[in-house]
């Protein structure tokens, strides 16, 4: 089938602008005295679909500013659970170290959509972490997805 050239380049456009409406922009993000973190990934607006290229570095502890603390990278490879749609944003990471000592390190967001700011969920965290001893500690969170 042949294509005149301006319909070809009608079709191409869409081609390109269809893929970036399917998908949003989330971000988390907390600083306070014991934990530090931004959670930054794409979301996908149809039914079921994975979050994709999810990210942090999660620095937390209660032995000194969170700014002092190791850093623990969280992927989306390590996202054991989440829970989203336009009420509910729930994300769970948990990733263990065994090439030394054993430790493990679990962030769990969980949120309610802001009645009056579409987009944006405020809500908790929970970091579980243990190195030498347990470590847990809970605070605030706003997330946003578009």
């Known amino acids: 089938m042949y294509l005149p050239p301006i319909a070809l380049s009608a079709v191409m456009l869409l081609a390109g602008i269809l893929p970036a409406a399917a998908t949003g922009t989330l971000s988390c993000s907390v600083q ?8 930054m990934g794409v979301v996908p ?3 079921g679909d994975p ?3 999810l990210r942090t570095e999660l620095r937390a502890g209660l032995d000194g500013p969170a700014a002092d603390q190791p850093v623990v990278v969280f992927t989306d490879a390590m996202l054991t659970q989440y829970w989203y749609d336009e009420n509910v944003l729930n994300l ?3 990733t263990e170290d065994n090439s030394g000592a054993f430790s493990s390190s679990e962030l769990l967001i969980t949120t309610q959509a ?3 700011q579409d987009g944006f ?3 908790r965290y929970h970091v579980s972490l243990y190195r030498d001893g347990p470590v847990e500690i809970d605070g605030e969170v706003i997330c946003s997805a578009d």
């Not at 014991?34 to 959670?39: R, S």
């Open 32 to 39: 306070d005295q014991h934990v530090a973190f931004d959670i």
């Open 92 to 94: 769970r990471f948990y």
């Open 114 to 116: 802001d009645a009056e």
């Open 51 to 53: 979050l994709l290229q």
């Open 121 to 123: 969920f405020p809500g």
């Open 45 to 47: 607006h149809g039914s």
